[in-house]
């Protein structure tokens, strides 16, 4: 299946939009669109898998509960995001919009249904 991650973008809304480009036992690659969004406040992300991300467009800022100041993201940086280390997405470009890769992966991913 031919697809271009930087086409066919989702219009701007108040939530992220995930996209699943592809799942196989012990991976799911998806395509994030993000408009501004930022994790609630107090919120970090705890997942029982790993998680790589690469920012194709756009910037984030990540921050990790274990240190003291965010990670700043551009097109071609990538970050490994090891299960259980808690996170949180700082802010991200509203305009153009942040387009992340992200692939999810290890022992903590659930079976495809």
């Not at 799942?23 to 993000?34: C, F, H, K, Q």
């Amino acid at each position: 299946m031919l697809g271009n991650l930087l086409a066919d973008l989702p219009e701007a809304g108040a939530e992220e939009v995930f996209t699943r480009i592809l799942r196989a036992p012990g991976l799911v690659v998806e395509r994030i669109v993000s408009t501004g969004q930022a994790s609630p406040p107090g919120f970090f992300y705890d997942q029982p898998q790993d998680e790589w991300v690469l920012v194709l467009a756009g910037h984030a800022a990540l921050l990790f509960a274990d240190e003291a100041e965010p990670r700043r993201l551009g097109p071609g940086d990538h970050l490994l995001i090891p299960a259980r280390r808690r996170h949180r997405v700082e802010g991200t470009d509203r305009d153009p919009p942040t387009i992340w890769l992200a692939l999810h992966f290890g022992p903590g991913l659930p079976e495809a249904p």
